[in-house]
């Protein structure tokens, strides 16, 4: 069973940093498209970042220049840099790894951005 485990949320100041980590088991993780999504209270589940399993990239506009999302397959993990943060990045933080039409979340963590 797959299971998905993210962590390093948190609150943080206006213009501050934070990395969110990803540790994923049950699963071929190397072969896994790995994603992160977020839902800020009272809208919709949002993509953030994704990454194949060949390293290839894609960001939503809103986060392109200050987040750089990456893993490490010998560590069955996915991780999030976040810079330069805004109060409006504040949401609920969702690790998704995908393989065909299979896929699987996390429990999420908070990022709260907030002076």
């Known amino acids: 069973q797959v299971q998905l485990v993210e962590s390093g949320g948190g609150l943080v100041q206006p213009g501050g940093s934070l990395r969110l980590s990803c540790a994923a088991s049950?699963?071929?993780?190397?072969?896994?498209?790995m994603g992160w999504y977020r839902q800020a209270p009272g809208k919709e589940r949002e993509l953030v970042a994704t990454?194949?399993?060949?390293?290839?990239?894609n960001y939503a506009d809103s986060v392109k220049g200050r987040f750089t999302i990456s893993r490490d397959n010998a560590k069955n993990t996915v991780y999030l840099q976040m810079n330069s943060l805004k109060p409006e990045d504040t949401a609920v933080y969702y690790c998704?790894?995908?393989?065909?039409?299979?896929?699987?979340w996390g429990q999420g963590t908070q990022v709260t951005v907030s002076s």
């Open positions: 998704k790894s995908t393989r065909g039409l299979l896929g699987f």
């Open positions: 990454i194949t399993s060949g390293g290839s990239t």
């Open positions: 049950g699963t071929i993780f190397s072969i896994d498209a």
